[in-house]
């Protein structure tokens, strides 16, 4: 059986980036470039996400996903507060599908272009169990 990746990160996030979820709560999309068509910065910090890459090992035993996600806030510190304790709950993280998360770049600010909303963009590459 191959592994779910978006839904497994979702998951993980849930069950365990307590502080991630204290700002987010419910505001977090899975496959999704931008936030849901009625949510605005001025509901609460959001993020999205989605995969933009995978790899498979040869025995497909292990599933490496990059993934893009944006970190969204009504000003660009809380957009950069929301990306840091998500970042700071990602790294050190395993859980029961998930073998690691890396950073592979990013954490920087940025402006929607057609909203002129708040996020920070930053990539993590997230190592799951195939399983």
Known sequence: MIVNAPVNMLAAINDSFAN???LVSTRIWAERDTPVPDYTPSDG??????????????EDAVIWVSYQFKFYGLTEMTAYDLYRA???????????SVMNIVKEGGGQSLLEPETEWFYVLAFFGVMFLNQ
């Open 20 to 22: 991630t979820v204290a």
């Open 45 to 58: 910090p959001a993020i999205c996400f989605k995969a933009r890459d995978d790899q498979y090992d040869e």
């Open 86 to 96: 998500f970042r700071a709950e990602a790294i050190p993280y395993q859980g029961p």
